[in-house]
């Protein structure tokens, strides 16, 4: 009896074992081939490559600090490092020294020959997002950042059709109110909470700071500060788990607007520690965890020197370059990507689709191509 038992224990042992150093293994390469099932967009408005892939930008900073004390400055001082490499990664340190090192990777860097472009030749953010979001750039119809209802349906919506989702399962949280107007083509269709509009929640604290954003106004009447989208955002995703997330902040371009290149990079390396905490509670959750695909990129870029940095418009080159990261438990690619062909935001949506196993030209024939390169 007691042989009988030590057998089974044995038995029961080398099963555990083998599965255990089954699943190290499928941990280690992390990479599987059925879909993910859960899905999240971040954007980070009007973020140039340039500092994406190179950091502080030198010369940017000294020319907006008007008195001569810019080298002695702590920021600066906490971001300068001669290589870009060095620089990017003090700038934003989950994004270059976790996400990209392991999990993910990123397109876009002219210096690697590596091209993210946008299609509508206004280069401003309505006409972005709505790019990103439907596969299609519609500059006849889409030419100003007025808060009209999106004219075509979106790739939110089309996840949550095929995937049959309910109103609370597709979610949006965004620190600039327009995009309740870009999110969606048919309105009230899904959980939207953009600009300064009250959440609720059960959560005390959570309550408190829904209150608060409208007592610490920003400069900008229809943008919050990020912390309270963000804060909000994770108080929904704690809640409700929601299949589809789309996450846009907006700091990173409204300081820009304003010549206050300090606060870009102050805004960008809190968004990087957003991407973070993100991250950190989806590798947590046994549901999403490696069974996610986030999607990162931004709406425009901006001008491209000393001058025009705080812009971005049809007149100026910069403004259409932008970039893209995707971070997929079923593809392999890291780190920077160089060599593949010239790549467009509209392709985005038909992209998201594909990794997931769907195919977007269901919804839109006419939106750009999957970028089929990355299932090589
Ligand atoms: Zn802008």
Redesign the pocket.
Known sequence: MIALDRRILQYLLTTLFLFLALSHASAETNHRTTPPEYFVLITL??VRDIELFAGLHQETFKTSKKDKSWETDPLYQSLWAPSPEARRLKLMPFFWGEWMKKHGFVMGNPSKGSSVMLRNRHR??YPGYSEILTGQARDKIIHSNDEIQNPAPTLLEFFKSSWNLNHDQTAVFASWQTIRFISEHRHGSMFINAGHASYSSENPLIQQLSKLQFETKTPWDSVRHDAYTMAFCKDYVTQHLPRVLYLSLGET?DWA?DSRYDRVLQALHQSDKYLQDLWSFYQSNEQTRDNTCFIITTDHGRGDNIYNWMH?NDKLDGAKRIWLAIISPTLKQRGELSGHPEIFADQIASTAAMIFGLNYAQQDPDAGEAMRFLLE
């Open positions: 408005d009007g401003f953010s371009d607007h971005h």
